[in-house]
């Protein structure tokens, strides 16, 4: 069972709508959550990255929010454009002593049509 | 400022044949991460670097991969003999890492496609 569930795993809005991404966890101990954009054929880039004190925080038109409770996460796109199509991956990076180790979700890959 | 540089972009060949991807990571960044990824599928680490040394490569297949980082800079990553399975999109990415151990942003760069007839 992979440690890091995204829902849906695919969404079609129209352009002008509003969306949310889930992920939920189960690994632990947590460090902190990100949220990547990759568009098809490109490398993810960086959205928003959260340690356990922060409960939201926002990037322009996207807005990731923290349970670290509940361990879940969202990640809200406010007004979307055609250019938000990609696959939205999230990935909670974990300590274990003086490591670090990052999991990742597969993603949910949004689809904006006009 | 230059980011994460790999390549080729795509690469074609057939199974048995060997093939190198080449990653530069960003100026400065000490880490450097190899990951596969498959259609649909999030990346899978396979070895990460912190300058020269290779501090986790427990997910590389290393009866057929291998990976180098000369100089604690760039690094290749090669496959030989590559097998039908191993069609994929191979990112490199880097990053610095943080007072503590944890990881800093991670920039990848675009990945080299490769696909094995």
């Known amino acids: 069972k992979n440690q890091v569930e995204q829902s849906p795993q695919s969404l079609i809005i129209l352009e002008g709508k509003n969306c949310t991404l889930q992920?939920?966890?189960?690994?632990?101990?947590?460090?902190?959550l990100r949220w990547y954009k990759q568009d098809t054929g490109r490398g993810p880039v960086s959205l928003t990255i959260?340690?356990?004190?922060?409960n939201t925080k926002s990037n322009g038109r996207y807005t990731a929010t923290l349970d670290a409770d509940t361990k879940q996460s969202s990640l809200h796109i406010t007004a979307s454009q055609l250019s938000d199509s990609a696959s939205y991956i999230c990935?909670?990076?974990?300590?274990?002593?003086?490591?670090?180790?990052?999991?990742f979700g597969k993603g949910t890959l949004l689809t904006v049509n006009p | 400022e230059a980011g994460v540089v790999q390549s080729p972009r795509y690469k074609i060949i057939e199974k048995k044949q060997p093939v190198a991807f080449w990653c530069n990571p960003i100026?400065?960044?000490?880490?450097l991460y190899w990951y596969l990824q498959n259609l649909g599928q999030g990346p899978e680490l396979l070895i990460r670097?912190?300058?020269?040394?290779?501090?986790?490569d427990s997910q590389l297949p290393k009866d057929r991969f291998s990976a180098e980082r000369l100089k604690g800079v760039d690094s290749t990553l090669k496959i030989q003999p590559a097998e039908l399975g191993d069609s994929a999109v191979y990112l490199c990415?880097?990053?610095?890492?943080?007072?503590?151990?944890?990881?800093?942003?991670?920039?990848f760069g675009e990945g080299s496609r490769l696909t094995v007839l």
């Open positions: 670097y912190e300058n020269e040394e290779a501090v986790d």
């Open positions: 990935v909670v990076s974990v300590r274990g002593g003086s490591n670090y180790k990052l999991t």
């Open positions: 990415a880097s990053s610095l890492v943080l007072t503590g151990g944890a990881f800093g942003e991670l920039f």
């Open positions: 992920c939920n966890y189960t690994v632990s101990p947590f460090s902190n």
């Open positions: 959260m340690t356990f004190s922060e």
């Open positions: 100026s400065g960044h000490n880490t």
